[in-house]
């Protein structure tokens, strides 16, 4: 069987069950497409690496259930951001008030991508992917408080790093934590 014939059982099979599973968590039809398209891409993308030891269904909803957090988390950050600016008109917010949330977004990826290697790979895992400390120190063969002290210091990191760039602390906690 070719890899695009399978690919298309698999969609076919899975698509309207990650769509369902999508839209009961985002309430939103567009974005629940687009995690349905999400999911498949990264599907294709490590379809030589699949195991047929580990649960297909398992792996399919533990991406989509990633794709819908990192989607929330999105919104969460946008929605944050207008609420701080609205309720604090008076506040120099930003240094430069044509400033707008993605020129904010791409300072915050600015800083994590400043992050040492392994603080970085920790940090991701922890917000973009929604590990726990202890799924991170599973994965990676450490333990629990080098995890703790690695997202300490992430933070600090990135709080430090955004407030450089002219960003105030108390938005950096608002927006992303």
Do not use: C
């Not at 985002?26 to 580990?54: D, G």
């Not at 977004?105 to 600015?110: D, G, I, L, M, P």
Request: glycine letters at 4%; a positive charge.
């Amino acid at each position: 069987m070719s890899s695009s014939f399978a690919f298309q059982v698999l969609f076919d099979k899975y698509s309207a069950r990650i769509y369902k599973f999508s839209l009961g968590y985002l309430k939103n039809k567009l974005e629940a497409q687009e995690i349905v398209q999400e999911v498949f891409m990264k599907i294709w993308s490590v379809r030589e690496e699949l195991s047929t030891e580990k649960s297909f269904d398992s792996f399919l909803f533990t991406i989509a259930k990633n794709a819908v957090l990192n989607t929330i988390r999105k919104s969460n950050y946008h929605q944050a951001y207008l609420n701080y600016a609205m309720l604090n008109p008076g506040k120099n917010v930003l240094l430069d008030e044509e400033l707008n949330f993605n020129e904010l977004k791409k300072a915050y990826q600015r800083s994590i991508e400043n992050l040492p290697l392994r603080r970085k790979e920790i940090f991701v895992l922890s917000r973009e992917q929604g590990m726990s400390n202890a799924e991170i120190a599973e994965s990676l063969g450490i333990s629990v408080k080098t995890v703790e002290n690695q997202m300490t210091s992430a933070l600090a990191d990135i709080r430090r790093n955004l407030k450089s760039s002219g960003f105030s602390g108390l938005i950096f906690f608002d927006l992303f934590l």
